[in-house]
């Protein structure tokens, strides 16, 4: 058994931006299913939902700064989550990252560098709580100090660093390096310094005793100029410890149990879909309409995500016959963009400008196909999720959207393996062929049924994934 601190920014169903909170909540719960203990390790956010009182079980400096460590659980688990708790850098409004306005924190740089150092104190046993970390498992640029940190210690735990997405580094200026009193040994082009900045992110790639990013491809996608942001080359040095382990589905993403949804369903009783649909056109105030062809998309708002494609997309779009349900929020313009559309064409299109999770499950469930033309995309969770809800994945091929969606094609609607549409370039011509595509076969039902079949039967569960995780732990000297 080892003992695992999972150090990581988010956690569902605590506080979530985007997917590495799922992945923060599934993977612990799955690793401790396989007998492993596993402590979560958080910043103590003022916007947290936590269901109980935190217990306080150690106090600690860190610099001129006094650190409480609170004790809570994972809701609807056995994983013990430790949050560090500092209202002067954690008690603020906004996310995580951002504020109201959407700006970066401005002291992000120290928060970030205080959460770092006060996991590292955890993770030697240095805070009298008779616990060692046998493993520090990293996630993104936030967590990048500890791996870096670490190695300069004696008798550290060995390190695992994930990359979810390269496109945010945690870059500083150099200013910064001063400001963290950084040792001076991690600060040469070898270690954290990227081009005169201090790069967060390199400290877990430089660093980690091994680094995994969410899915196969998207590990050699980042070998790539176009794809790895200048990190290409040492991320290529580093390409034996690199390897790519795909993300699973939790188990809350289940239409069988699902209490989010109008109406439960699996894939022998598909005819009682169609009452999601209808359910989900009255929430949002569209035509009811069990025939009409619904697209899906459910995303953070930013370029990543190909908004500008589906954008471009439109005009054609809303000539055909079918409803766009949208829910997201992000980048201004493409919100004031979308919702022109959808005030034009009120009857076929709705955009929800927030976060709701119950909106969001809805959705996955009542529309016919799910809409994800990602420029890139590290793994990506929604298109595992519509699989899960035969609800057809339309995707970019790229990262982790070409591994897990299988296009259809005559030979694979022949062998049953079909499960969605994939596109190839970046553009609105060929991601609305794809939609056009869809919706021609969406005319046959009997091959529709079957492609939905296909879909619901794959298997995302996060037990795989979770045992490879382990399999990387057991395999660092
Ligand atoms: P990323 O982490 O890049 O945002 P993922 O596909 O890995 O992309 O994960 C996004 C997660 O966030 C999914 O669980 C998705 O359902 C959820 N999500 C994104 N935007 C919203 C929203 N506006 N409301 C509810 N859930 C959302
Ligand atoms: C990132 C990526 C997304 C991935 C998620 C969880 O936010 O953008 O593709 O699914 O992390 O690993």
Not at 87 to 98: C, I, K, L
């Amino acid at each position: 058994m080892k003992k695992i601190l999972f150090v990581t920014s988010e956690v569902h169903p605590l506080i979530k931006t985007g997917g590495l909170a799922d992945v923060s909540s599934s993977l612990p719960k799955a690793l401790t299913a396989l007998g492993q203990e596993v402590k979560l390790i958080l910043p103590n956010y003022h916007g947290l939902k936590l269901g109980q009182i935190p217990n306080v079980i150690a106090l600690f400096r860190i610099g001129r700064h006094t650190v409480q460590l609170l004790e809570t659980m994972l809701p609807h688990s056995s994983v013990v989550v430790w949050l560090v708790d500092c209202p002067e850098f954690f008690n603020m409004a906004g996310n995580p990252y951002v504020d109201a306005a959407g700006n970066a924190h401005p002291n992000n740089a120290e928060r970030f560098a205080l959460f770092c150092r006060a996991a590292i104190e955890v993770a030697m046993n240095r805070v009298q709580l008779n616990w060692k970390a046998d493993v520090v498992h990293c996630n993104d640029w936030q967590t990048g100090l500890v791996p870096a940190l670490l190695s300069l210690e004696y008798q550290c735990p060995t390190t695992v660093f994930t990359i979810h997405n390269l496109a945010y580094q945690g870059l500083f200026t150099g200013l910064t390096a001063a400001l963290l009193q950084l040792p001076g040994q991690l600060l040469s082009p070898d270690g954290l310094e990227f081009h005169g900045m201090i790069s967060f992110i390199k400290g877990g790639i430089v660093y980690a005793d091994k680094i995994t990013t969410v899915s196969p491809t998207y590990a050699q996608d980042i070998q790539t100029p176009e794809l790895g942001y200048g990190l290409e080359g040492l991320l290529i040095y580093r390409d034996e410890d690199l390897t790519g382990i795909i993300n699973g589905v939790d188990g809350d993403w289940n239409t069988e149990e699902d209490p989010l949804i109008a109406q439960n369903y699996n894939s022998s009783s598909l005819n009682d879909k169609v009452i999601n649909k209808t359910a989900l056109q009255a929430r949002l105030n569209l035509p009811i309409d069990e025939k009409v062809f619904v697209l899906g998309l459910i995303s953070r708002l930013v370029e990543q995500k190909g908004i500008d494609m589906l954008l471009d997309c439109l005009p054609e779009l809303l000539t055909l016959p079918l409803q766009i349900v949208i829910l997201g929020a992000g980048d201004k313009e493409f919100e004031r963009r979308l919702q022109q559309f959808a005030a034009a064409y009120p009857h076929k299109m709705t955009l929800i400008v927030g976060y709701d999770e119950a909106l969001a499950h809805q959705i996955e469930a009542g529309a016919d196909v799910f809409l994800m033309p990602s420029r890139f995309e590290p793994c990506g969770l929604n298109q595992m999720y519509s699989q899960r809800y035969g609800t057809l994945p339309i995707v970019r091929n790229t990262g982790g959207l070409a591994d897990t969606v299988v296009d259809t094609l005559p030979e694979t609607i022949a062998n049953h393996t079909a499960t969605g549409f994939i596109f190839n370039d970046a553009h609105a011509g060929t991601f609305l062929e794809a939609i056009k595509r869809a919706t021609l076969l969406y005319s046959f039902p009997e091959v529709w049924r079957q492609l939905q079949v296909n879909a619901m039967s794959r298997d995302f569960s996060w037990q795989n994934s979770a045992a490879q995780y382990l399999e990387l732990y057991e395999s660092i000297e």
